[in-house]
């Protein structure tokens, strides 16, 4: 059975920084694309892609939002994939979700994923 799962949310004020992590279980992590989406806490917008990386850590995608101030990354002898976020912003606030995918990074609207359950990002000006 397939888990993905976050941690690291959580409130702060505007200008600080934060690290999400994500663990996965169930599937070969070293060779799937992870990405990270982010939609408002009412669910009422589509799921926003934030960042995306390939199983061989060679391509990365950002928003233009976030471009510049996020990073992802991946550890493949830990099955962890991380997002540091830095200059964070109340536009940012969201409920954050990682995503196992079996579509490729350039997808803009992947269909083949497998969601986390998703983690809280607050932010105050």
């Known amino acids: 059975q397939f888990q993905v799962m976050e941690s690291g949310g959580g409130s702060l004020v505007a200008g600080g920084s934060l690290r999400l992590s994500c663990t996965v279980s169930?599937?070969?992590?070293?060779?799937?694309?992870m990405g990270w989406f982010r939609q408002d806490q009412h669910q009422e917008q589509e799921r926003e892609r934030v960042s995306c990386i390939e199983w061989t850590g060679a391509y990365t995608y950002y928003s233009e939002s976030v471009k510049d101030r996020f990073t992802i990354s991946r550890d493949n002898d830990k099955n962890t994939l991380s997002l540091q976020m830095n200059s964070l912003n109340p536009e940012d606030a969201r409920l954050y979700y990682c995503?196992?995918?079996?579509?490729?990074?350039?997808?803009?609207?992947?269909?083949?994923?497998?969601w986390g359950q998703g983690t809280q990002v607050t932010v105050s000006s």
């Open positions: 169930g599937l070969t992590f070293k060779t799937t694309n």
């Open positions: 995503a196992a995918l079996l579509d490729a990074c350039t997808t803009s609207s992947p269909t083949r994923v497998y």
